[in-house]
């Protein structure tokens, strides 16, 4: 139980570090190289949702 605590404290520690990395290396550019992609992921959020759904 000990361990687990102590590697939840650690991962708490470590994900913020992980975004300020992201954060850092970002290049300026906005979105993705085709229009058609944002639309994509758009309907594969709900159809992902559903299948979790059905899953549960």
């Keep these: 139980m000990m ?7 650690a991962v708490m520690m ?3 570090g992980v975004g300020v990395a992201f ?9 993705y190289k085709h ?3 944002k639309w994509m992921f758009y309907a ?3 159809v992902i949702l559903l299948i ?3 899953v549960a």
Excluded: M, Q, R
């Design 44 to 46: 594969f959020y709900p």
């Design 23 to 31: 954060v850092h290396y970002y290049n300026g550019k906005l979105g």
């Design 35 to 37: 229009s058609w992609t």
């Design 3 to 9: 361990f687990t605590a102590g590697l939840f404290g």
């Design 52 to 54: 979790c759904a059905a």
């Design 14 to 16: 470590i994900a913020p």
